[in-house]
């Protein structure tokens, strides 16, 4: 059984940086790509980054190519989510998600049923 929690969310001011840590439970990534989405106040959840259990290869989903580094320390089980040059519309609940899935661009399009999910972290940036 998988298990994952957030850290590290906070208020921040636009253009700031925060850094998301996410413990991941023993072997996860032995099996599962594991990676971040979002939701925005209104919104559809979305697939921020990924990384492959297969090789570490990393997705990044457009809006955030350049600002975010995903990044992973497998003998501590843990998953970050460094986040730089903050904007208002990165505003939402960060969340931490394992998946078995084809590819990494199938998993950030899973729905909310599939995979496992940790419970969240809330970021907000003020403009």
């Known amino acids: 059984h998988v298990q994952l929690a957030e850290s590290g969310g906070g208020s921040v001011q636009a253009g700031g940086s925060l850094r998301l840590s996410c413990a991941v439970s023993?072997?996860?990534?032995?099996?599962?790509?594991v990676g971040w989405f979002r939701q925005a106040p209104g919104k559809k959840r979305e697939g921020v980054s990924i990384?492959?259990?297969?090789?570490?290869?990393?997705y990044y989903a457009d809006s955030v190519k350049g600002r975010f580094t995903i990044a992973r320390d497998i003998p501590r089980n843990m998953l970050y989510l460094q986040m730089n040059s903050l904007k208002s519309e990165d505003t939402g609940v960060y969340f931490c998600?394992?998946?078995?899935?084809?590819?990494?661009?199938?998993?950030?399009?899973?729905?909310?049923?599939?995979?496992?999910w940790g419970p969240g972290t809330h970021v907000t940036v003020s403009s």
């Open positions: 990384i492959s259990s297969y090789d570490g290869s990393t």
């Open positions: 023993k072997n996860t990534f032995d099996s599962y790509h």
């Open positions: 998600a394992a998946a078995m899935s084809r590819t990494l661009e199938r998993m950030a399009t899973m729905a909310d049923n599939e995979g496992y």
